[in-house]
């Protein structure tokens, strides 16, 4: 500790008084840079970080609101639902009294008419699902269509010289004069 303070207090000390020199005490430079640096880092980011932590304060907040009007929300349409619970109850109770017969036709009917409802989704949904893999499948081979074209157009591209370009286009013609012959 004593080397820090010497340090500081040692101005008057340096040999070559009145010239710029450097202080070659690492330890001492390194805690003045850090303390500076520390210095405006807190009176600079004091105002960013503060601004940032009331931002995210409010949108804190903003969301226990939310929260607050969804939940009342859900208890309004829990209470509704127990509402109509206990009328499909007392309406249950007054077709028990009726007849049984009559509620469990219209069970069955019911149940019939999701479990078609049911399966018509799950068609659907297997419908969908083979038209989705059969269009990546045509995607994909196609993407590899292309690429092997432009593969294939590389390469030729890339080993075809004039010479051997006239060679191809001759034998080509020559190829169709033939069929040309053989087709009179």
């Known amino acids: 500790m ?15 008084a009145g010239s710029f020199g450097f202080n070659t005490d690492i330890l001492a430079t390194n805690l003045i840079n850090l303390s500076v640096v520390l210095g405006v880092l807190i009176f600079f980011g004091k105002g960013v970080l503060s601004d940032l932590l009331d931002n995210r304060k409010q949108r804190i907040l903003n969301t226990i ?15 509704k639902a127990r509402a109509r619970l206990r009328k499909v109850e007392m ?13 469990s036709l ?3 009917n019911f149940l019939n008419s999701a479990y078609d409802t049911l399966e018509q989704l799950e068609n659907y949904k297997n419908e969908t699902i083979h038209f989705e893999q ?28 004039n010479e051997l370009h006239l060679r191809t286009i001759s034998a080509n013609i020559g190829i169709l004069g033939a069929m040309k012959e053989i087709t009179d």
Request: contains cysteine; proline residues 1%.
């Open 2 to 16: 004593k080397n820090v303070t010497d340090s500081f207090v040692s101005f008057g000390h340096w040999p070559s």
């Open 106 to 108: 219209e069970k069955r």
């Open 134 to 161: 059969q269009r990546a499948i045509n995607q994909v081979r196609q993407q590899v269509f292309q690429q092997a074209l432009q593969g294939a157009l590389g390469t030729l591209s890339s080993c075809l010289n």
């Open 91 to 103: 309406e249950a109770d007054q077709f028990l009294a009726n007849g049984y017969y009559e509620i």
């Open 65 to 79: 609101r939310n929260s607050e009007e969804l939940r009342e929300g859900a208890i309004e349409q829990l209470e």
